[in-house]
């Protein structure tokens, strides 16, 4: 039976998918998806690591990872050296191609984002600003 609350959580769950897709759709990135740009980000942030470590911390599976981390070394954006520590293992790190596409594809995000944004009358856009807090506190772990 739907209720009120069911019904405002299927239209979030809605609205943040539909605007994620458009957004991407209106930043033209078609090669790399959101969980590739989203390791990257992660790797120019925290530095080289291992494919298991990066696994954790985007919240997947360790074969999920590696298909990610296949398809970026295949397009020039991440390298994979032998871990010093460990020459069995390996270590990831982006490379300067990878860096510049996470600067230029956040750049186009918020670009998009801001283009939309404008489209909305000023209310309309203090309440997103007002919801900010909270759409934060659902990203956080634990």
Known sequence: MSTPANDDTARL????GRLNRALRRDARE?????GGL???ASLIADGPQRAGALAVVEGVTAPAMTRILNSLESL???????DPA????SVVAA???????????RAARL???????DQLDESSRHALVA???ALEELTREG
Do not use: F, K, M
């Open 86 to 89: 460990d020459r069995r293992a």
């Open 13 to 16: 769950y809605l609205a943040i």
């Open 131 to 133: 919801a900010l807090g």
């Open 38 to 40: 989203s390791a990257l």
């Open 111 to 117: 670009q998009a984002l801001q283009e939309r944004l």
């Open 76 to 82: 020039g954006y991440v390298v994979r050296t032998p």
């Open 95 to 105: 490379t300067p191609a990878g860096e510049a596409l996470v600067l230029h594809g």
């Open 30 to 34: 078609a090669l790399v998806g959101h």
